[in-house]
């Protein structure tokens, strides 16, 4: 096989693939909706493993955190095993079957119960097979961090692994086979695998895959080539060992930890998400991704047509800390999040290396999932609904700087792609270059019959960036010579946005209007600040005069920004950034399918669409995380008065109920839209709206 160099495009996000029906779990079949993943990653100088495991107990605490899923640990990332292995290498502290016991534990209480894998990283097999390991290009072993210097005794910086290569054809690979063959044969009744840890590399040089990338071709020198290798060869181990459990069992649930995270991006787009049943989209939002990851990670996947699940965790500040408690209403404003965005909910836990389930930990979580019961058949199953599209570039920066806008707006979205032009009014593209001719042809076409786009910087750009790929009515020059700029905004686009000249913190890209008609222009400084030429503490001031060059340009159904605003928002969160967008959103948008009035920015909302119960749900959320030290924390669940949505789609709407009370709203129709003064709530509440 022949891998040639791929620009950072991805052309085949939105086609899954096609798997065996056996294999396959759709949207409209949900994952259980009140789950627990159990850590257990327990080290050989802990003694008595599992001494304090009672069956009684174990369950009693799943009963008191309401849960009916838990992933439960058959291999950790010490490399030891939790069952009687022939194959892998028992914990040699443990003198029991604990994977059998919690097993039967949980299926005796209706509990489903999937087995936890460690791939990518297990000491035991990293220490055993050194030449399993992971490789840089000269040699040396991957592990970021790793002091190999280090004394016994010094301090080992934390999530410090070796790290491993599981890629198909190598002997790593398949002793995995082997081991999980025989977890499928030990424990017939199994519910699925959960296997852990595929985002540890984005290239590997060792004898294994330099053997594999000659005979396919690569040029090692070529990154991009040498990143698509790596990853094709990693799906291609996941495809086997899919097929392996499908063997067993085809209605198991498989799900490979990491794929589904859009930041990894040479492994995303080449879609080995394909190979799990569903997507766990893992998260901890108080110190790792953030309360605004979940929404774009739901919505991307939930469009693919399998159920998803949000992924959090108990812990305070990182995954597996021991003695880390979140606050009982962070636990719950997450989970209702997980709901409000289609997804089931998963909450993280540490086993102690005792077996002993701390009971205040499912009485945190149990206060969650009290909630969740009454909510969660509004969530799972039900697909998002929107009339704007943002379009995904893989640029973190680029396109959470546009989903940090719009979830603040409450200009509920979508992810746009090719094929679903047909279905939008306004489509979003962030300032990465990620169109191909091909796309750029079809966007153009849909704006020729009516479609509206707002387009960032160089987002209209082809990827050598040389030319416009979108008629935005401006011809492109070139970059800036400046380090930073100004905008003076015109009355068309001013509403709410001073008068004078506003800071860009980067400068935006030279341009010169054609078609289009200027709404705001660029203000340059007098020079750039240098050790040679500077003027006070940081930026130099604006020239008197506008420069010739346009910061907003509007061309028919096209709105085009010289700035890209998104990565700047996401980096530098200036709100007359946002507002400048909201008014382009507002030039252009005519009939979103949901309008949300009073509720604060750190509100959040979803529409979603559940079809087979012939409604649609408006969830709303409120609860502003407080930066406390590096952590961000969930404390003022205050009430929200006041707020009222506007809903307009197809379907004639019948009945409004308000959950989680059940309570019959009034409703005033409008045409084809309808209007619902939403009564006081706290935290979350949803807005059921039924049709015929």
Not at 191 to 199: C, K, P
Not at 228 to 234: F, K, P, T, V
Not at 463 to 472: I, S
Not at 540 to 565: C, W
């Amino acid at each position: 096989m022949n891998i040639k160099k791929i620009s950072n495009h991805f052309f085949c996000l939105f086609f899954p693939l096609v798997l065996s029906a056996q294999m396959q779990r759709t949207i409209d079949q949900p994952m259980p909706t009140r789950q627990v993943h159990l850590d257990f990653h327990t080290s050989e100088y802990i003694p008595d493993i599992g001494k304090r495991f009672d069956k009684k107990q174990f369950q009693e605490a799943l009963k008191v955190g309401r849960v009916n899923h838990i992933n439960i640990f058959s291999k950790g990332h010490h490399g030891w095993s939790y069952y009687p292995t022939k194959i892998g290498n028992i914990h040699p502290n443990l003198d029991f079957d604990l994977l059998g016991q919690q097993l039967e534990a949980c299926h005796e209480i209706g509990v489903k119960a999937p087995f936890y894998f460690t791939i990518g990283w297990s000491t035991n097999d990293a220490e055993e097979h050194p030449e399993w390991l992971i490789r840089n290009k000269d040699g040396s072993i991957n592990a970021p961090g790793y002091d190999w210097n280090a004394e016994a005794d010094a301090e080992r910086p934390t999530y410090l692994w070796k790290r491993l290569d599981p890629s198909i054809g190598t002997p790593y690979h398949n002793h995995i086979m082997k081991q999980v063959e025989e977890i499928c044969k030990m424990y017939p009744d199994f519910n699925g695998f959960w296997f852990d840890i595929y985002h540890v590399a984005k290239r590997n040089y060792n004898q294994f895959a330099m053997t594999r990338m000659k005979k396919e071709g690569i040029n090692i020198n070529d990154t991009l080539a040498v990143e698509r290798s790596h990853a094709l060869a990693i799906k291609a181990h996941m495809k086997e060992l899919r097929n392996l459990v499908a063997k067993y069992k085809p209605e198991a649930t498989v799900y490979f930890n990491a794929v589904t995270r859009i930041e990894d991006v040479s492994l995303f787009k080449e879609r080995l998400f394909d190979m799990d049943t569903h997507q766990d989209l893992e998260d901890l939002p108080t110190t790792w991704g953030g309360y605004n990851k979940l929404p774009l990670d739901a919505k991307y996947h939930l469009q693919q047509g399998v159920p998803a699940v949000g992924m959090s965790g108990k812990f305070h500040k990182a995954w597996g800390e021991f003695g880390g408690f979140k606050h009982p209403d962070a636990i719950k404003y997450e989970a209702a999040a997980m709901i409000s965005f289609g997804a089931s909910c998963n909450f993280g836990d540490q086993l102690h290396p005792s077996g002993k389930m701390d009971i205040e930990t499912y009485k945190n979580i149990g206060e969650a999932y009290q909630y969740v019961e009454k909510i969660e058949e509004y969530g799972p199953g039900g697909i998002p609904v929107s009339k704007l599209g943002m379009w995904m570039t893989l640029n973190e920066a680029s396109d959470h700087g546009v989903v940090n806008m719009l979830l603040e707006t409450h200009d509920d979205f979508i992810v746009a792609n090719e094929n679903n032009l047909e279905d939008l009014e306004l489509v979003i593209i962030p300032s990465e270059p990620s169109l191909n001719e091909e796309q750029a042809q079809k966007l153009n076409a849909w704006v020729k019959k009516g479609g509206k786009l707002i387009v960032f910087g160089a987002g209209a750009l082809n990827f050598e960036k040389t030319k416009f790929l979108l008629d935005v009515g401006a011809d492109y020059i070139r970059p800036s010579d400046f380090q930073f700029d100004y905008t003076v905004v015109k009355k068309d686009i001013g509403k709410g946005i001073v008068t004078t000249p506003f800071l860009n913190y980067d400068a935006g890209l030279l341009t010169t209007a054609t078609t289009g008609t200027v709404l705001a222009s660029i203000r340059e400084p007098y020079f750039n600040r240098t050790y040679a030429k500077f003027n006070g503490h940081r930026e130099t001031p604006y020239k008197l005069e506008d420069s010739p060059y346009p910061a907003v340009v509007k061309n028919g159904n096209i709105i085009f920004f010289a700035h890209d605003l998104d990565q700047l928002y996401y980096a530098d969160g200036v709100r007359i950034h946002r507002e400048l967008v909201k008014n382009a959103i507002e030039n252009l948008y005519r009939s979103p399918n949901l309008k949300v009035e009073n509720l604060p920015s750190a509100g959040r909302v979803s529409l979603l669409k559940q079809e087979k119960d012939k409604r649609y749900v408006a969830h709303l959320l409120y609860a502003p995380a407080l930066l406390r030290g590096e952590v961000s924390v969930i404390e003022d669940l205050l009430p929200v008065p006041n707020v009222e949505i506007t809903v307009d789609v197809s379907e004639t709407i019948t009945k409004v109920i308000q959950i989680p009370d059940g309570k019959p709203l009034e409703f005033i129709r409008e045409g084809s839209k309808i209007k619902v003064k939403v009564p006081t709530f706290t935290m979350h509440t949803g807005i059921l709206l039924l049709y015929e």
